[in-house]
């Protein structure tokens, strides 16, 4: 039986739950890649720090190039994160013939085109399962199993973190401090959270689906990303009444021709697929012309997930180079569709609007007026008696409406003497 | 660019969108395979009845062999249906070193494990993605997805027809006959809808689901086949009242080296990711040890989504063709486990259990009497008053409790002279 040496970049919580896969489960491996998996070496800044397992057989060492010079090698699997030096090591890597198996979504979002350009120049695999939705091989599914289908939309819960946050915020009532404190005490959330909640990681893991699914390499640029910090209890309340609840969305869809790809806070009726994913849990809606919606849930993130996700890459990549079937399939990126990007200012949603007005008649007939000169349909309005504030909110749900017409409409209603705080408006979707 | 040549055996609903699917979108295909893939061949007993599509570049024939002797057919594509001849066209064309794709869970259920085996020993692919939730690339994710996992649980609704029939039962109140006559109509159900509701198109896909998750090619005769015909609009609502719906559900476990494998309706609690899963849509949830929980959510059949299968499976082996890598995967068949099967009498569950009682004094002292006696303890109780029936139901939910225990505490109940119909049992699931 061959063996196949792979050397793992990265022994932290991840690199750990490879290692004790690996490890544990060789024979299990064997049978079903067909080779014999041997971590060579692991690589890490720190090597005093204790972990749950040990590399056994491994070399443990601080020097990444041990690694990628070492023609023993096959496989560099990349689990440090972060953009440098992890962009070198990996291009050296593939450089020097080796296949790669990331986790690195930041990575590949903002340097993925000329990653993908050298993998092709040196004729090596990299896969990166682990990027989105770890627990799920989503990655796998759009890359191989709707190879028949053009696909119309993506919708993806794809932040573990805000969808917690959401989650508490929407079953108990948590203000946003709380449930991010709560969270951040559970080891969900960074100690610096701002990539989850601002929608940054999501619209990382977008790039990636986005490219799988419609062979277009995105900007994170291009993105429109809105995180989740502005979302208020009121709001996730008032969409309740209204038999909505609030997710943080990655958005992408094809439709006449132009492509719209955006991140976020959207509320979906309380019977769609996506609004009954809970907790940490992670999802994406594939909405796929030929095979129909598809949804797939699962975890989208921690160390065994994580693992599960970058053990199925290596045996992948083990079975390409076993049978001799390396760059077995057509790179992503070359793969590019013609869609122009729809410009956010040019999309067309339902929205749900929350104005906070001073209590006194005439109020709503402005606002409504308002919204009407700029072809805005009211579908539905609550205003809810408040006897001792002043300042009461009106939350009213549009019909479609055009993007660019409700900011006009709402940059004119909000400087109204009656309007007595930022208006906050969220796309509804179906 | 390779051109690959393929032979359609069938010429049926899915024949259609496979050459639709084809013929429409070859320059899209070539760009997904790296090859040029040509339809040389369409074989149907019918060449006269009108299709939706034709195959214009195909040579149409009645003869399935003119597409197996032909030395340039790379991949042949099964989509007949039944056991014979399909059994004998699909060895025959591995015979020739063609390659299979197919779509017949029927046959691969009950022949697979010999097909399998020809298929290793004439060193060809046989793909079937289309043979289980045709719509969701479950058969590619449980074959190379999971590669690092040890696969704990499988929970499917895998019958379309069947999960219609509870829809319409569960949030119309339909009766059984009415639910199946609206099944008929809509063109779910065949006019001949046996194999649905019985459970036995459930236990063909579970075949395949174990298969792949367990490594254990187990006979159709050794699972236990319960269909929906027992399950009354009754059922339906006490099962709601207790907070449940009831699914058919295609179970798979392994837990104490024992694989239990069966096909039963089953109360599942409201909100399991599962319950929501409604009309034709199929799901099947995941439980694996490093991933966690995965659910994969889509259509179960139609034209167009068993078509995107059978491309996909189609573009697969094309790229191994392309890239020589003809069998890259280890054969499911021989990664067998050791698992031995748990007998259906040696499982242990909780219950939904409706007695149809007289309606008088010490009616459930008796009956619990003899559930004590058995080790069943009982969760709760449901009698409604219902003054004008004499015989009424009373409906109790156990604690977990053993199959074996519970068939003797029910025998020896319905023996008693208060009850008056054999007592209801279903299974409850977490």
């Known amino acids: 039986m061959k063996k196949i040496n792979v050397g793992i970049i990265g022994f932290g919580t991840v690199g750990s739950g490879v290692v004790k896969i690996l490890e544990g489960r060789s024979s ?19 090597l005093k720090s204790k972990r749950p397992v040990k590399a056994k057989n491994a070399i443990l060492t601080k020097d990444a190039y041990k690694i990628i ?8 699997i990349e689990l440090m994160g972060g953009i440098h030096p992890a962009k070198e090591f990996i291009i050296a890597a593939m450089k020097k013939g080796k296949h790669i198996v990331t986790a690195n979504k930041a990575l590949l979002a903002q340097e993925g085109k000329q990653i993908f350009k050298v993998a092709e120049e040196c004729g090596v695999d990299i896969y990166f399962e682990a990027s989105a939705v770890a627990g799920v091989p989503i990655i ?17 819960i794809v932040n573990g973190t805000c969808n917690f946050i959401l989650t508490k915020m929407t079953k108990d009532g948590a203000s946003f401090e709380a449930a991010l404190k709560d969270a951040q005490l559970k080891g969900y959330a960074e100690s610096n959270p701002a990539l989850d909640i601002n929608g940054v990681d999501s619209a990382h893991k977008l790039v990636l689906l986005t490219l799988l699914s419609f062979g277009r390499f995105v900007k994170l640029s291009d993105i429109s990303v809105e ?3 502005d979302i208020s209890a009121n709001d996730i309340d008032y969409a309740k009444d209204f038999g909505y609840v609030i997710k943080l969305l990655a958005i992408a869809k094809l439709s006449g021709g132009k492509l719209e790809v955006r991140v976020a806070p959207t509320l979906l009726p ?21 095979a129909g919606g598809v949804l797939f849930n699962g975890k989208g993130a921690g160390s065994f997930a994580a693992a599960s996700a970058v053990v199925s890459d290596i045996v992948d990549v083990a079975r390409n180079v076993n049978s001799g079937a390396v760059r077995r399939l057509p790179e992503y990126y ?53 006897k001792l504030a002043k300042v009461v909110p009106v939350v009213i749900m549009t019909h479609e409406a055009k993007e660019n017409e409700l900011c006009s409409a709402l940059k004119e209603i909000d400087k109204l003497n009656v309007i007595k705080a930022k208006t906050v408006a969220i796309r509804v979707e179906k």
């Not at 309380?270 to 609004?275: E, M, T």
């Not at 410009?343 to 402005?366: C, H, N, Q, T, W």
């Open 334 to 386: 070359k793969n590019q569709s013609d869609a122009v990007l729809r410009k956010i200012s040019e999309i067309e949603s339902r929205y749900y609007i929350r104005f906070s007005v001073i209590d006194k008649p005439g109020v709503l007939a402005k606002i409504s007026w308002v919204l009407g000169k700029h072809s805005i349909s009211i579908a539905s309005v609550v205003q809810k008696e408040r």
């Open 270 to 290: 309380k019977d769609h697929l996506l609004a009954n994913v809970w907790d940490v849990y992670n999802a994406v809606l594939v909405r796929a012309d030929m």
């Open 28 to 46: 299990l491996l064997s049978r079903r890649s067909g080779v014999s998996i041997n971590i060579k070496y692991v690589c890490d800044a720190d």
């Open 69 to 76: 010079n070492d023609p023993e090698i096959d496989i560099v």
């Open 227 to 229: 995180g989740i910090t």
């Open 140 to 156: 796998k599914a759009l890359r191989e199993g709707f190879a028949g289908d053009k696909i119309e939309v993506i919708l993806g």
